[in-house]
């Protein structure tokens, strides 16, 4: 199959996790005999090497004053003005909906939606102008594309119901999980301009003295970029690593992850992460959509009053944390892995051209 993506995101190794979840797909394609190109439009230019079957081009500058007009009829279009066409022979993948405008007039295109604004403004209760614009271009993208795939069962209906097809998260699993930590280090790596992660972290700074509380001793270790501008102050066993160049570095000291989600939509790459490195994960009923494992080998799930005692019972069972790390790794491995996440892709591609 040839296929052909637009990317905001640059799919460079220590890039955003939208890059490494968009280079885990391709690479899992490529692995699978499949012939790609790509094109990515990121706003920050990439500072790592971007693998071969990627340019990277920006959109051209144009005077603010048109871009505000043109977003009255056609909001979020910018990225139309690149000048890059698809292969005519090649399926074109739009691999966000800001992408879409690259390949609109392309036949039978499609367009991956990993997450849906309608459903997240409210769950943060921050509707505001961006969001109405987000929330514009994203129907309009939706009734157009010939082909919507989405990356939870909620995101596929909320964006275009019977039409869209629902796709794994790809994710670079690393051939062997961490060892398992004994001590009750709980561990939250995230990046801190995304604003469901304030939520969260607000959420689990809330209950973290109770959960010391019940676990003497036990430590909170933050990290990832932006942390600095959190304001997080200081609680007892709270540690700020901030950035790190790699999860395991962070994930490696950590007997649990914990993640209090919000309401909002998508797959949470946190979540997956931790699991694939076989780290244990507390979460909420949002921290587990878009996750394809078995219950029993995913994450513990606790809604927003359960969560800190759903989080002592686990750093207070090292044994069941030893269980749930064994489970996790292949569990993630065998859906979320690029070859099998890009299997997937394909099989879910030509599934909706045979609709």
């Not at 603010?64 to 399926?91: N, Q, S, V, Y």
């Not at 398992?180 to 561990?187: H, K, L």
């Not at 000291?253 to 694939?276: I, N």
């Not at 997937?344 to 051209?353: C, D, F, Q």
Request: include cysteine.
């Amino acid at each position: 199959m040839r296929l052909a993506f637009v990317s905001r995101h640059n799919p460079t190794p220590e890039g955003s996790q939208d890059g490494k979840i968009f280079r885990a797909l391709v690479e899992g394609l490529l692995a699978d005999g499949h012939e790609v190109t790509a094109m990515s439009w990121a706003h920050d230019q990439p500072h790592d090497d971007m693998p071969d079957w990627c340019e990277y081009r920006p959109v051209p500058y144009e005077a603010g004053w048109k871009m505000h007009g043109r977003a009255l009829f056609k909001p979020r279009w910018d990225a139309a003005r690149i000048e890059w066409r698809p292969p005519a022979d090649a399926t074109a993948i739009a691999e966000d909906p800001l992408s879409w405008p690259v390949v609109a007039q392309h036949p039978g295109a499609a367009v991956v939606f990993h997450y849906l604004t309608k459903i997240d403004a409210p769950a943060l209760r921050r509707p505001t102008p961006p969001d109405v614009q987000d929330m514009r271009h994203e129907r309009r993208v939706a009734a157009r594309a010939s082909k919507v795939l989405a990356m939870s069962d909620r995101v596929a209906r909320a964006a275009a119901g019977r039409r869209a097809t629902v796709v794994p998260m790809a994710y670079p699993v690393p051939p062997q999980p961490l060892d398992v930590v004994d001590e009750p280090v709980v561990a939250l790596l995230a990046s801190w301009n995304w604003a469901p992660n304030h939520a969260a972290l607000d959420r689990l700074l809330a209950c973290w003295p109770a959960v010391r509380d019940a676990v003497p001793g036990a430590r909170l270790l933050l990290a990832g970029r932006g942390l600095e501008t959190m304001g997080v102050g200081t609680l007892a066993g709270v540690e700020q690593v901030g950035a790190v160049r790699r999860p395991a570095d962070v994930l490696g000291r950590a007997a649990v992850v914990a993640y209090p989600c919000p309401g909002t939509s998508g797959p949470k790459v946190k979540v997956v992460e931790a699991l694939a490195y076989g780290v244990p994960v507390v979460t909420t009923p949002a921290g587990v959509e878009g996750l394809h494992v078995a219950p029993e080998d995913g994450p513990v799930v606790a809604d927003e009053h359960r969560f800190a005692d759903a989080l002592v019972a686990l750093l207070r069972d090292p044994a069941r944390r030893a269980a749930l790390a064994a489970r996790g790794h292949p569990a993630v491995a065998a859906t979320h892995a690029p070859l099998p996440a890009a299997r997937a892709r394909v099989t879910a591609l030509g599934e909706v051209a045979r609709v």
